[in-house]
């Protein structure tokens, strides 16, 4: 059978976020996971430029993890959050369920790429490296709660308080995480034209 992975991937763009939460704007897994990427590439860089005591990270390596970090949601869809701590049964089902989906995703990538993407899709480890991903992962639901509350939608009161309880040990013990968190997250409350404004006064 000819490999299926790329196309596969592609499919992401059709696998939607927050489906309980009503948003005012829907997300799907392919725009999540590029912000995602996006945010762990920053506090990659945030840990090598501004916090030169700690270990250097490869920035380029995190946003690369990060694109990849919700791949098997292509097969399992996303599973609201509610649900899955809900009760640790629940939990244990619903990562026996996303081993499964990597299982089957890996086979579907070329031979010859499988050991490469081995480490992309089995994103299990608790170092400090996927750390890191987990912080960006929060940084972009807890954004996308500011986001939907600046837009009048309450759904995301409860959502906003729970991402950011869960955020706290990361900012506690994250440095770059807590950096992110007072410079650039209250951003994301702004109009457009209030960023258009911020960019041209930076000039």
């Keep these: ?12 763009q059709n696998v939607h976020r927050w489906g309980k939460s009503n948003p005012t704007r829907a997300e799907n897994v392919a725009e999540h996971s590029m912000q995602v990427a996006m945010f762990a590439h920053a506090l990659g860089l945030i840990r090598n430029r501004l916090f030169t005591d700690k270990p250097p990270v490869d920035a380029n390596a995190l946003a690369v993890l990060a694109l990849f970090h919700d791949a098997p949601e292509v ?6 959050s509610g649900i899955k701590y809900s009760a640790p049964r629940m939990l244990e089902l619903c990562r026996e ?3 499964i ?3 089957l995703l ?6 010859p790429l499988q ?4 480490q992309l899709l089995n994103q299990h480890g608790d170092d400090e490296t996927a750390q890191l991903v987990k912080a960006a ?3 972009s639901a807890y954004t996308k709660a500011l986001s939907e509350l600046r837009a009048g939608n309450m759904e995301f009161e409860g959502t906003e308080r729970k991402v950011l309880l869960a955020l706290a040990p990361f900012i506690e013990q994250l440095p770059e995480v807590a950096w992110f968190m007072e410079h650039c997250v209250s951003s994301f409350q702004l109009t457009i034209d ?6 041209f006064a930076s000039k």
């Design 1 to 12: 059978m000819q490999p299926v992975f790329f196309a596969l991937m592609s499919r992401m």
């Design 97 to 99: 369920m996303e081993t």
């Design 115 to 118: 050991a490469d993407y081995q």
């Design 75 to 80: 097969l399992t869809e996303d599973v609201n």
């Design 194 to 199: 209030d960023l258009v404004e911020a960019a």
């Design 101 to 103: 989906a990597t299982e």
């Design 137 to 139: 992962d929060l940084l």
């Design 106 to 111: 890996l086979g579907t990538v070329p031979k």
